[in-house]
């Protein structure tokens, strides 16, 4: 436990800031949920959860949910997907700060296929950057699991050192996080026999040399996490296997505890002291996005169940009583992010970040 308490400007960190909030959470033995979002309902959902709960958060922007920022009629989706991140990106650049907490910006899993999507971001966060003197994105998450370990940290080392000349970070992913996220994985590694499901402390050692030379990286390392909600019993989380990358890494090179910067995937309904024993061994952050989608959709079901005549006439057949208050969007969208609100409220506990954050007040 550190004593000298940091303190950040609210709003979205990049570089120094970043990982001076990396090492908050490390040390003060918490994780910050990174939510994905799919437009400004979400993303101002997240904002106003880690308000309510003094909690700092990361936002993060799939490939799929860029594009639906962008809208499902943009002509173009390979340019959708471009744009609607960096229209989420400014949205929340621009409103991140008056919320009062810190907020780290992040783009979700992109394997070899969406590297494109990857450099054609970075071309804009190079504009921004001469801007703003600051990143569009605190990081972005290159999952190349699916490639050898050679191709993947290769690549991954091309990529940061780009990175690093934006003050941004990198995250990767090694071994296979079961399931699929947005059309990135499958269904078929599901299987507690299966041993890519459990990353080689040694691979994660490989991945340090490599990186650690260049810039700050984190790691998902895989330890039975799966993508999605899946049937209790298929898979078998070991978060030791975390602790042993940890060990190696620092035996290794002589460091002090906990070297590396994890991140957990694939989060969604996993056994809380799981979750509690993983941030013990350096996880920071845990990726949400299955439940908080319920979470979002669930109430607009009730509402909708609760008021059926509303969103079948405008005004009652019978009583002509209108019912513009009942549909108006904003009625049931503010549902909708209640619910969000409310599992994220749920996700800063379980986390132990409720009331951590280190925004300058
Ligand atoms: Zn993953």
Same mark, same amino acid.
């Given at each position: 436990?550190?004593?000298?308490?940091?303190?950040?400007?609210?709003?979205?960190?990049?570089?120094?800031?970043?990982?001076?909030?990396?090492?908050?959470?490390?040390?003060?033995?918490?994780?910050?949920?990174?939510?994905?979002?799919?437009?400004?309902?979400?993303?101002?959902?997240?904002?106003?959860?880690?308000?309510?709960?003094?909690?700092?958060?990361?936002?993060?922007?799939?490939?799929?949910?860029?594009?639906?920022?962008?809208?499902?009629?943009?002509?173009?989706?390979?340019?959708?997907?471009?744009?609607?991140?960096?229209?989420?990106?400014?949205?929340? @650049?621009?409103?991140?700060?008056?919320?009062?907490?810190? %907020?780290?910006?992040?783009?979700?899993?992109? &394997?070899? =296929? !969406?590297? +494109?999507?990857?450099?054609?971001?970075?071309?804009?966060?190079?504009?921004?950057?001469?801007?703003?003197?600051?990143?569009?994105?605190?990081?972005?998450?290159?999952?190349?699991?699916?490639?050898?370990?050679?191709?993947?940290?290769?690549?991954?080392?091309?990529?940061?050192?780009?990175?690093?000349?934006?003050?941004?970070?990198?995250?990767?992913?090694?071994?296979?996080?079961?399931?699929?996220?947005?059309?990135?994985?499958?269904?078929?590694?599901?299987?507690?026999?299966?041993?890519?499901?459990?990353?080689?402390?040694?691979?994660?050692?490989?991945?340090?040399?490599?990186?650690?030379?260049?810039? @700050?990286?984190?790691?998902?390392?895989?330890?039975?996490? %799966?993508?999605?909600?899946?049937?209790?019993? &298929?898979? =078998? !989380?070991? +978060?030791?296997?975390?602790?042993?990358?940890?060990?190696?890494?620092?035996?290794?090179?002589?460091?002090?505890?906990?070297?590396?910067?994890?991140?957990?995937?694939?989060?969604?309904?996993?056994?809380?002291?799981?979750?509690?024993?993983?941030?013990?061994?350096?996880?920071?952050?845990?990726?949400?996005?299955?439940?908080?989608?319920?979470?979002?959709?669930?109430?607009?079901?009730?509402?909708?169940?609760?008021?059926?005549?509303?969103?079948?006439?405008?005004?009652?057949?019978?009583?002509?009583?209108?019912?513009?208050?009942?549909?108006?969007?904003?009625?049931?969208?503010?549902?909708?992010?209640?619910?969000?609100?409310?599992?994220?409220?749920?996700?800063?506990?379980?986390?132990?970040?409720?009331?951590?954050?280190?925004?300058?007040?």
């Amino acid at each position: 436990m550190t004593q000298t308490s940091t303190q950040i400007k609210p709003g979205v960190v990049t570089g120094a800031d970043y990982l001076k909030l990396v090492k908050a959470c490390k040390d003060g033995g918490y994780a910050l949920p990174a939510v994905n979002v799919t437009g400004n309902n979400t993303i101002n959902a997240v904002l106003e959860a880690a308000r309510k709960n003094n909690a700092d958060v990361i936002i993060q922007l799939s490939n799929g949910g860029a594009d639906f920022v962008a809208g499902k009629g943009f002509p173009d989706s390979t340019l959708g997907k471009i744009l609607g991140a960096v229209s989420a990106a400014q949205h929340v @650049h621009m409103m991140a700060e008056h919320y009062g907490v810190c %907020v780290v910006l992040h783009t979700d899993h992109a &394997n070899k =296929k !969406l590297l +494109p999507w990857i450099d054609a971001l970075m071309d804009h966060g190079e504009a921004w950057y001469k801007t703003h003197g600051k990143p569009l994105f605190s990081s972005h998450m290159i999952d190349l699991s699916e490639e050898t370990l050679e191709d993947n940290l290769s690549e991954c080392a091309r990529i940061l050192k780009r990175m690093v000349d934006l003050d941004m970070s990198i995250e990767i992913e090694l071994g296979v996080t079961g399931g699929e996220e947005d059309g990135v994985g499958s269904d078929d590694d599901i299987g507690a026999e299966n041993p890519k499901l459990y990353t080689q402390p040694e691979d994660v050692l490989r991945a340090y040399d490599t990186l650690a030379p260049i810039g @700050h990286f984190s790691v998902a390392a895989s330890f039975g996490n %799966v993508h999605g909600v899946y049937a209790p019993g &298929n898979v =078998k !989380l070991r +978060p030791e296997i975390l602790k042993a990358s940890q060990d190696l890494v620092r035996k290794t090179h002589g460091l002090s505890d906990k070297p590396l910067d994890l991140v957990f995937h694939g989060g969604s309904g996993s056994e809380k002291a799981k979750i509690t024993e993983a941030i013990s061994y350096g996880v920071f952050k845990m990726n949400i996005d299955t439940d908080t989608q319920f979470a979002f959709s669930q109430p607009v079901g009730k509402y909708v169940n609760e008021n059926p005549k509303a969103f079948l006439y405008q005004t009652d057949p019978d009583t002509e009583q209108p019912y513009k208050k009942q549909y108006d969007p904003r009625k049931w969208l503010r549902k909708a992010e209640e619910g969000m609100i409310a599992r994220l409220d749920e996700a800063f506990a379980d986390l132990g970040s409720t009331g951590k954050s280190v925004a300058a007040k």
